[in-house]
């Protein structure tokens, strides 16, 4: 696009280091807390560790979604394409405020959760997913995520949308969660209607979801031989969905 300059020029081209375009076009991030890691019993006996993904992981991450991407039913191909450019946006940095979390079994990656601040009140849930089915890791991440921000965070609402009637069912109706009028309120993935969970509603009713649901909680601090055995994340061989 081009504008007339309102005065003469003596240089009328500008040569700009692309430094500075960026300092425009990233968000500035804000000053947050970590994710302490925590670790919960599955019903197969077996205990997944919920932690930050670390930068250095996101190429793995990205090679190992981009698998399921292709996995045509229950939604993987959806979900898994937001979340493919929704890692690329963390690590390109082109995402508000991200924060992207990973559920691991002995370092096995099975399962993903991430959202990020829309600002200091609102966290925007962006996706969960299990890599492993029947052992209730989506609904734990999920979970995870809206537990980071409401305790840790200090985030008062919590806007989610649901991209797979399986999504719906864990947390839509799950934590029996309302919704924002619609087309007035449209969350940002798709523009589809905003479910939302304020603080309140999360002390009072959702707290107890997880141990209703999977009958074991969120447990911290975690060992140091846990973490260890969970420092070097791998993801699976195949498809396990
Ligand atoms: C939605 C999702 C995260 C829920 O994960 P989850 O809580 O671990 O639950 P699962 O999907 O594995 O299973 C849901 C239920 O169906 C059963 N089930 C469904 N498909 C299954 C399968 N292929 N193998 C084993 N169990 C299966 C489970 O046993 C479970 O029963 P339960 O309610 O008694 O626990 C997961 O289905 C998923 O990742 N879907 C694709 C991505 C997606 O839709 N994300 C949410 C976007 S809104």
Redesign the pocket.
């Known amino acids: 696009m081009k504008v007339e300059p309102t005065e003469r020029l003596t240089k009328d081209t500008l040569n700009i280091d692309a430094r500075e375009v960026e300092a425009l076009i990233q968000a500035p991030p804000m000053d947050i807390p970590p994710y302490e890691p925590a670790m919960v019993k599955l019903k197969d006996g077996s205990t997944m560790l919920i932690r930050a993904a670390k930068f250095e992981e996101a190429p793995m991450m990205l090679e190992y979604v981009g698998k399921v991407m292709k996995v045509d039913h229950?939604?993987?191909d959806i979900?898994?394409s937001r979340i493919y450019s929704e890692i690329l946006g963390w690590l390109r940095k082109r995402l508000k405020d991200p924060y992207t979390l990973v559920g691991l079994i002995d370092g096995l990656w099975v399962?993903f959760a991430n959202g990020r601040l829309y600002n200091e009140d609102i966290s925007i849930s962006l996706?969960?997913?299990?890599?492993?089915?029947?052992?209730?890791?989506?609904?734990?991440?999920?979970y995870a995520k809206a537990q980071y921000a409401f305790d840790i965070l200090g985030q008062k609402e919590w806007w989610?949308?649901?991209?797979?009637p399986?999504?719906?069912?864990?947390?839509g109706l799950g934590m029996a969660q309302p919704s924002y009028p619609w087309p007035e309120y449209q969350h940002e993935l798709g523009g589809a209607r905003v479910f939302y969970m304020k603080k309140d509603y999360w002390d009072r009713v959702i707290r107890k979801y997880l141990l209703d649901?999977v009958k074991a909680d969120l447990e911290r601090p975690v060992p140091d031989e846990l973490l260890k055995k969970n420092d070097k994340m791998r993801v699976p061989e195949e498809i396990l969905?």
């Open positions: 229950d939604y993987y979900v898994g399962g996706h969960s997913m299990a890599l492993k089915r029947g052992l209730r890791i989506g609904a734990i991440m999920y989610a949308t649901y991209e797979s399986n999504g719906w069912m864990r947390w649901l969905v």
